[in-house]
């Protein structure tokens, strides 16, 4: 399952309001590390799409929801689960760390 692409007008329903736990990465077409994680995080949308859903919200487009949750670095991944920030994780990593990241929280 492919990651959705989420705007500041779907964040609540297609995060907040998600019937299961979300992962969205906070992202910039301009941000190396970003373009870096993307593909990372779309072999972890299929791989794991039965535990998560992962979500993609481009920071230049949508400032309102990054600015809400206090986003001051990209690319950020929070995981949502229940419509709260569970847990965060800030910049580029190996896919088998961010993997072992998600399941850690997941458990």
């Given amino acids: 399952m492919p990651s959705i692409k989420v705007t500041d007008d779907s964040f609540e329903n297609d995060v907040l ?8 990465d906070f992202w ?12 990372i995080l779309e072999e972890l949308a299929d791989e794991m799409a039965d535990q998560i859903a992962i979500a ?5 487009e949508n400032p309102d929801v990054p600015t809400r949750f206090g986003i001051r670095g990209i690319p950020t991944m929070i995981l949502f689960r229940d419509g709260k920030p569970y ?10 760390a961010l993997k072992e990241w998600l399941e850690g929280a997941l458990a």
């Fill in 56 to 60: 993609k919200i481009n920071t230049d």
């Fill in 17 to 24: 309001k998600a019937s299961k736990p979300v992962l969205v």
């Fill in 87 to 96: 847990a965060t994780k800030v910049g580029a990593a190996p896919k088998s």
């Fill in 28 to 39: 910039a077409e301009w941000c190396g590390p970003c373009r870096q994680v993307g593909p």
